[in-house]
C-alpha cells in the first residue's frame, strides 16, 4: 500500500516522502505518516473481508499558504478514488483537513494535513 500512495500522491508533486522529509528536499512536498490500521475480516464477513483498512496522515508543505493549499487541493482530487480490480488500493476516503504554520524553522512553512482512510489488500 505504501508504494501505491506513494506513487499516487506523486501524479500530483514530485516530493513525496514516507515519514520525514530530508532537510535538503525542496518546497513544495508532502510527507505520509502510517497512523493506524484495521483488518477488515474483524468487522465483516462480507466481499470487502480480505482488505485492510489504514489511516494515514498527509502533510503538505509549502512556503506560502496560497501554495500549500492549491497542492492540497490538487491531492484532495483523489478523494473517492476507486482502484480497478486487481490493484493494491481500492479506495481513498478524505476524513479530515486542517492547516497550519511552522514557525521553528526560522522561516515560515505552511502545511496543509489530511487524515485518509486506505481500503487496501496487504
Same mark, same amino acid.
Given at each position: 500500500m505504501e508504494i501505491e500512495l506513494r506513487t499516487l500522491i506523486k501524479t500530483k508533486v514530485d516530493n513525496v516522502f514516507w515519514g520525514v522529509a530530508p532537510r535538503e528536499s525542496p518546497f513544495p512536498r508532502v510527507t +505520509?505518516?502510517?497512523? %493506524?490500521? =484495521?483488518?477488515q475480516n474483524d468487522i465483516t464477513?462480507?466481499?470487502?473481508?480480505? =482488505?485492510? +483498512? %489504514?489511516?494515514v496522515q498527509i502533510d503538505v508543505w509549502a512556503l506560502t499558504f496560497e501554495e500549500a493549499v492549491t497542492l492540497a487541493k490538487s491531492i484532495e482530487q483523489l478523494d473517492g478514488y476507486v482502484g480497478a480490480s486487481g490493484e493494491v488500493i481500492t479506495n481513498l476516503i478524505f476524513q479530515s483537513k486542517r492547516a497550519d504554520v511552522d514557525k521553528t524553522t526560522g522561516q515560515d512553512i505552511h502545511r496543509v494535513m489530511f487524515e485518509v482512510a486506505i481500503y487496501h489488500a496487504e
Open positions: +505520509i505518516q502510517h497512523v %493506524s490500521k =484495521l483488518y464477513n462480507g466481499p470487502f473481508k480480505q =482488505l485492510q +483498512i %489504514s489511516t
